[in-house]
């Protein structure tokens, strides 16, 4: 009997014992997202071709102070940019922005891209060249994603086609071809001599029809020759 009591009395400990500890080990496997501070800062533009396409553009750096989480892949790594700061992390960002109060659009590609004049935000100097903008984590800025110059871009080899892919994708596009390298893609750090566009609101939204195609092409048709008149 002494010996059964023994064995139960051993049971219930190595539970109590495991109900006690089991939170506590489970606690050091969470991860914590903290972000402590988090500031903007302004510097010239550098580290990238976009720099050299216009002077409006700078560095917008984002500079935050966080905890292992958000410094930290799955896996346990650093992710780049960051780096020990004390008992925290300071992770810094630098994209290619621009200000704001400096936008300026290109009606032609605006009407080209959703068929009537609207606040897509592109940014376009001049009637030649165009910069695609995504926001930025400042609202005061936006950040520059690619590069189009349709200076050099043949008219006669301007396609407007439509695309199936996935069985959810249906769209319409125009595929522009240069006589040499007319654009660049900053995440992928690529340029080419080939623009493609999609004209539908997404690839998924389906095709336009003949008379929004006609529109298009008229649009094209402008953007081309304002920008040749400016080249002359």
Same mark, same amino acid.
Request: hydrophobic residues 35%.
């Given at each position: 009997?002494?010996?059964?009591?023994?064995?139960?009395?051993?049971?219930?400990?190595?539970?109590?014992?495991?109900?006690?500890?089991? /939170?506590?080990?489970?606690? =050091?496997?969470?991860?914590?997202?903290?972000?402590?501070?988090?500031?903007?800062?302004?510097?010239? =533009?550098?580290?990238?071709?976009?720099? +050299?396409?216009?002077?409006?553009?700078?560095?917008?750096?984002?500079?935050?102070?966080?905890?292992?989480?958000?410094?930290?892949?799955?896996?346990?790594?650093?992710? /780049?940019? =960051?780096?020990? !700061?004390?008992?925290?992390?300071?992770?810094?960002?630098?994209?290619?922005?621009?200000?704001?109060? %400096?936008?300026?659009?290109?009606?032609?590609?605006?009407?080209?891209?959703?068929?009537?004049?609207?606040?897509?935000?592109?940014?376009?100097?001049? /009637?030649? +060249?165009?910069?695609?903008?995504? %926001?930025?984590?400042? #609202?005061?800025?936006?950040?520059?994603?690619?590069?189009?110059?349709?200076? !050099?871009?043949?008219?006669?080899?301007?396609?407007? +086609?439509?695309?199936?892919?996935? /069985?959810?994708? #249906?769209?319409?596009?125009?595929?522009?071809?240069? #006589?040499?390298?007319?654009?660049?893609?900053?995440?992928?750090?690529?340029?080419?001599?080939?623009?493609?566009?999609?004209?539908? %609101?997404?690839?998924?939204?389906?095709?336009?029809? +003949?008379?929004?195609?006609?529109?298009?092409?008229?649009?094209?048709?402008?953007?081309?020759?304002?920008?040749?008149?400016?080249?002359?």
């Amino acid at each position: 009997m002494s010996r059964m009591v023994e064995i139960m009395r051993q049971a219930v400990l190595i539970r109590l014992v495991y109900f006690m500890c089991f /939170p506590l080990l489970a606690g =050091c496997a969470t991860r914590y997202d903290v972000v402590f501070t988090e500031k903007f800062i302004e510097e010239p =533009c550098s580290g990238s071709i976009l720099c +050299e396409k216009d002077r409006n553009f700078v560095l917008v750096k984002r500079i935050r102070e966080v905890s292992a989480g958000v410094a930290r892949n799955t896996a346990g790594t650093l992710i /780049p940019g =960051c780096a020990m !700061h004390g008992k925290q992390y300071i992770c810094e960002q630098g994209e290619v922005g621009l200000p704001r109060n %400096k936008l300026l659009s290109n009606e032609n590609y605006d009407l080209l891209l959703q068929g009537y004049q609207s606040s897509i935000s592109s940014y376009s100097p001049n /009637p030649c +060249e165009v910069f695609s903008t995504t %926001k930025s984590q400042n #609202d005061e800025y936006l950040i520059i994603e690619d590069y189009m110059n349709f200076a !050099h871009v043949e008219l006669e080899r301007v396609n407007i +086609e439509n695309h199936t892919g996935s /069985p959810l994708e #249906d769209y319409t596009a125009v595929h522009f071809v240069c #006589d040499r390298e007319c654009y660049y893609d900053e995440d992928r750090n690529i340029n080419s001599n080939e623009i493609h566009l999609v004209l539908s %609101k997404s690839r998924r939204s389906g095709r336009l029809d +003949e008379t929004d195609i006609e529109k298009r092409q008229a649009s094209i048709v402008r953007l081309i020759n304002d920008c040749r008149m400016e080249m002359i």
